[in-house]
């Protein structure tokens, strides 16, 4: 089965807490602190394997978790950093965030790799803190948390050369003839549900990626027929092979359906019809195929849109006008540059910092004060609360944030009610 998109979770690993622990052995007086650091929490990296051809591994496996930091130990050792957790993808995948539906990533090289989800740094331990003030401090930190992404992968087949046309106008049967490729080839609409890789070779040495794409129909651009199955990887193409049934054997006008291809191309992406394009009348070992290719010609010619469009008519079971097309295909592909056909947002980059636009919001619920937001969630993630140390250096955060002042605005008084996360407090004045 062919899947070329899905929707997958991906949690990389926590950081390792750190403890708090204090040097206690024999004529050693006054050891001082010695609790270690924690582990760094693993990535999640998404990486091209070439041996791959679709998102088919998604298909039962939505869910995907790194390792999480060790704890740190006494005698000032640190936790062991965990692995990262490599998911293999094939060539052409793009990756999107689903909450904020930007595009971070566009996977096209093998091996090529991309971090979907940083794993938390290691909390510090007690030997961190201390200073001349406070020479054994008991305070420790908790790993940061790791970070938790909604993705979709979208597959775009990666060719050089998208094969375009109605069903059954033989796509299918000149991949398998200039290709090593096995299509599904049958005498019925759709014959050709996925889309299909072959690589050509010409004798010179030169060689490229050719897809046959399943097959186009009129309102493909809203979905209809194959629709977005068949538009979503032409955009990966450098060139178009625009194949016109000159057989004569349907009622259709080949210059029509050659038309409809090109409006459905445009309604979906009008920087489609940009793409270079080259037309080939097929079936051209057929009683009648010369005079429909002339009346088609004399069309084109006219339409001042497609006057310059090169045509190249073959017959893929005579073999005749293969070896032109292959040829010329191969020139038209040198002269266009190899480059990423995906519009990517400006900033495509990912970054791992939390948002600090608003870094807390507090409000009351059943008369208990509920403060929320990233930043102020994660710093209490990251406090050790067995140690009253670590809660007044929480408590001290809380104030340098304003917390303190916004729920006295608010009206908070002392003994109130106050939740972060299911951690529950008493306001005191």
């Known amino acids: 089965m062919f899947v070329d998109q899905v929707k997958i979770n991906v949690k990389a690993g926590n950081g390792g807490n750190g403890i708090v622990a204090f040097r206690r052995e024999k004529y050693v007086p006054n050891g001082g602190p010695a609790g270690g650091d924690g582990g760094h929490g693993g990535n999640v990296v998404l990486r ?40 293999a993808v094939p060539g052409g995948t793009i990756v999107r965030n689903l909450t904020t539906g930007r595009v971070i990533g566009d996977l096209t090289d093998n091996n090529q790799e991309l971090i979907v989800a940083k794993g938390g740094r290691g909390g510090r331990g007690n030997m961190r803190f201390a200073s001349p003030r406070n020479p054994a401090p008991e305070i420790s930190e908790n790993g940061e948390p790791g970070e938790e992404v909604e993705l979709q992968l979208e597959l775009k087949v990666l060719a050089d050369v998208g094969l375009l046309g109605f069903p059954s106008v033989g796509k ?15 005498e019925y609409h759709f014959t050709t549900l996925v889309p299909n890789l072959g690589m050509v070779q010409l004798d010179d040495g030169r060689d490229f990626v050719i897809a046959d794409i399943p097959g186009l129909i009129e309102g493909a651009s809203q979905g209809v027929g194959l629709g977005f199955e068949f538009l979503r990887h032409v955009e990966r193409t450098r060139v178009l092979l625009h194949l016109v049934d000159m057989s004569g054997l349907t009622e259709e006008d080949p210059f029509t359906n050659f038309i409809q291809i090109n409006e459905e191309l445009k309604k979906y992406n009008p920087e489609l019809m940009e793409r270079r394009q080259i037309i080939v009348p097929t079936k051209m070992d057929l009683p009648g195929s010369k005079e429909q290719l002339e009346e088609f010609e004399k069309k084109v010619s006219a339409d001042d849109r497609y006057a310059n469009f090169e045509i190249f008519p073959i ?20 002269e266009i540059p190899q480059h990423s056909l995906v519009a990517m947002d400006e900033e495509t980059e990912k970054t791992y910092e939390f948002n600090t636009d608003k870094e807390f919001s507090i409000e009351n619920v059943d008369d208990v004060w509920v403060i929320s937001g990233e930043k102020i969630e994660k710093l209490f993630k990251m406090t050790d609360t067995t140690h009253d140390e670590s809660l007044l250096r929480f408590a001290r955060q809380m104030r340098g944030m304003g917390i303190d002042d916004e729920l006295r605005r608010l009206g908070a008084k002392n003994g109130d009610s106050v939740q972060i996360l299911d951690f529950v407090f008493e306001f005191v004045e």
């Open 48 to 87: 091209v394997d070439p041996g791959l051809r679709t998102l088919m591994d998604f298909r039962y496996r939505h869910k995907f978790k790194a390792d999480s930091g060790k704890n740190g130990m006494n005698k000032q050792m640190t936790g062991r950093s965990s692995q990262d957790l490599v998911i």
């Open 172 to 186: 299918s049967t000149l991949l398998s003839v200039v290709t090593s490729a096995k299509p599904k080839i049958a």
């Open 315 to 334: 017959s893929s079971i005579t073999h005749n006008g293969l070896e032109k097309l292959i040829s010329r295909t191969a020139d038209v592909l040198e």
